[in-house]
């Protein structure tokens, strides 16, 4: 079994950043794929980072490629996703998600991901 908890949000302007952590608890965490999930009021939840268990494959959805940053420390069972250049599209709930490191699904698909965490709000103002 494995807890995540999300810490970082909050309320930001655009052109702002903020910093997500995703804390586990997971007694062998560098096992497990880590991702980045949003979802904005009334709308699906969405892909938006991942990254593999060693750190050595990260991938984006285009909305924020070159803004947004994942990465993650084994040493500290914790991930990160670095928020740039904010805009109110990306205002949403962020949820962090863990997958055993050998499911073969693609690393954007929502039910690959057997753990999740209770979300952190991000709200950007314009």
């Known amino acids: 079994q494995v807890q995540l908890v999300e810490s970082g949000g909050g309320l930001v302007q655009t052109g702002g950043s903020l910093r997500l952590s995703c804390a586990a608890s997971?007694?062998?965490?560098?096992?497990?794929?880590m991702a980045w999930f949003r979802q904005a009021p009334g709308k699906e939840r969405d892909f938006v980072s991942a990254?593999?268990?060693?750190?050595?494959?990260?991938y984006y959805a285009d909305s924020v490629k070159d803004r947004f940053t994942i990465s993650r420390d084994n040493a500290k069972k914790t991930t990160y996703l670095q928020m740039n250049s904010l805009k109110p599209g990306d205002t949403a709930v962020y949820y962090c998600?863990?997958?055993?490191?050998?499911?073969?699904?693609?690393?954007?698909?929502?039910?690959?991901?057997?753990?999740w965490g209770q979300g952190t709000q991000v709200t950007v103002s314009s």
């Open positions: 997971a007694r062998t965490f560098g096992n497990f794929d």
């Open positions: 990254i593999s268990w060693s750190g050595g494959s990260k």
């Open positions: 998600a863990a997958r055993n490191r050998w499911t073969n699904s693609g690393t954007s698909v929502q039910g690959s991901y057997d753990y």
